[in-house]
Nanobody, 128 residues
Framework: QVRLVESGGGSVQAGGSLRLSCTAS????????VAWFRQAPGKEREGVAI????????DYADSAKGRFTISQDKAKNTAYLQMNNLKPEDTAMYYC?????????????????????WGQGTQVTVSS
């Protein structure tokens, strides 16, 4: 069974930085893309960024463009989300998500329903 494990969350002041990590536990698992989502209290889960394995392309939500960078270490089945210039509105639980092994990646990557595998989340809190 594939298990995604996130780490790297914490509490920072506005303007600070954090780097989140997501590692897939099953050595036989290989993702064609990996995405980061976040969910703030009382709000829906929203897509933040996605990285594609094959061509390395990335895409970001407007709220993340220019501040967040998604990357991946394919050999380690690990994805990262570097978050700079954090704002209080970035406060949320952050989740990584991945498709089935060698599964297709939906064009609607921002839709949580596009991903069957999820991590347990890591909390990011940004104070003003």
């Amino acid at each position: 069974q594939v298990r995604l494990v996130e780490s790297g969350g914490g509490s920072v002041q506005a303007g600070g930085s954090l780097r989140l990590s997501c590692t897939a536990s099953a050595y036989t698992y290989s993702w064609n893309c990996v995405a980061w989502f976040r969910q703030a209290p009382g709000k829906e889960r929203e897509g933040v960024a996605i990285a594609y394995r094959g061509d390395g392309n990335t895409d970001y939500a407007d709220s993340a463009k220019g501040r967040f960078t998604i990357s991946q270490d394919k050999a380690k089945n690990t994805a990262y989300l570097q978050m700079n210039n954090l704002k209080p509105e970035d406060t949320a639980m952050y989740y990584c998500a991945a498709p089935y092994t060698y599964g297709r990646c939906s064009q609607k990557w921002w839709d949580p329903a596009s991903f069957p595998h999820w991590g347990q989340g890591t909390q990011v809190t940004v104070s003003s």
